[in-house]
């Protein structure tokens, strides 16, 4: 597609349980990258893939974050025992050589 | 590391003001690009323009220009004749051009919440 696409648009959830967020990225473009915004204002980088590999994972918490981009599948970001914390909106952007991104509507995640 | 400044918080102006949005970076590498978006309140963010920092060339785009100087580690944007629409957060950013896994990794600034009021 022309544009990035992130489903679901809200993602409501109680503490603990699992949240699975997902990007289909501009068609043609090889880098994906994940961002999480909080308290309206501040990014934080997640996860960069060129292509299926993972590129850059150093903004992950590990213990709980997991990401995913799979040939011919939208990639998917997954939370594992979800906190309060992880709270956020969380934006999906594509690139087609790294350097701009163009950024999905992101995905609203309320942690009750 | 790298790190974007947008000391302005909040910005308020009225309608056909000129208004401009202070952006300041530090790196230590000597190729990286600047970015500015717009992030309205849909809440999706918008890109503006990319800059190379070997580009330091100004640029004009409609009512928005752009004011890139190396020397102060500066990339400025400025909206000429301010509209309501123009109300919105307005982001900078910077990646490094270099190679390595953090090549593209976008580091914001704080944001400046612009409102133009008619």
């Known amino acids: 597609g022309e544009e990035v696409a992130q489903t679901p648009k809200h993602l409501v959830r109680g503490e603990g349980q699992k949240a699975k967020l997902y990007c289909a990225p501009i068609k043609g473009h090889s880098y994906v990258f994940w961002y999480q915004q909080v308290l309206k204002n501040e990014f934080k980088f997640l996860i960069s893939f060129q292509n299926e590999n993972v590129f850059d994972e150093t903004g992950m918490p590990k213990e709980r974050f997991s990401a995913k981009c799979l040939p011919n599948s939208p990639c998917s970001l997954e939370i594992q025992a979800t906190k309060l914390e992880d709270s956020a909106v969380y934006f999906c952007?594509?690139?087609?050589?790294?350097?701009?991104?163009?950024f999905g509507p992101g995905t609203r995640l309320l942690v009750l | 590391a790298q790190k974007v400044t947008q000391a302005q918080t909040e910005i308020s102006v009225v309608e056909k003001e000129d208004v401009t949005l202070d952006c300041v970076y530090e790196?230590?590498?000597?190729?990286?690009?600047l970015f500015w978006y717009k992030q309205p309140p849909s809440g999706e963010l918008v890109f503006l323009i990319r800059?190379?920092?070997?580009?330091?060339q100004n640029e004009i785009s409609g009512r928005y220009s752009w004011n890139f100087q190396k020397s102060t580690s500066s990339f400025n944007f400025t909206i000429t004749a301010s509209q309501v629409v123009d109300s919105a957060v307005y982001f900078c950013?910077?990646?490094?051009?270099?190679?390595?896994?953090?090549?593209?990794?976008?580091?914001f600034g704080q944001g400046t919440i612009l409102t133009v009021h008619p």
């Open positions: 800059r190379n920092s070997f580009d330091e």
């Open positions: 790196t230590r590498d000597t190729t990286y690009y």
């Open positions: 952007a594509s690139s087609q050589s790294g350097k701009t991104q163009y």
């Open positions: 950013a910077l990646s490094i051009n270099a190679g390595g896994t953090s090549y593209g990794k976008l580091t």
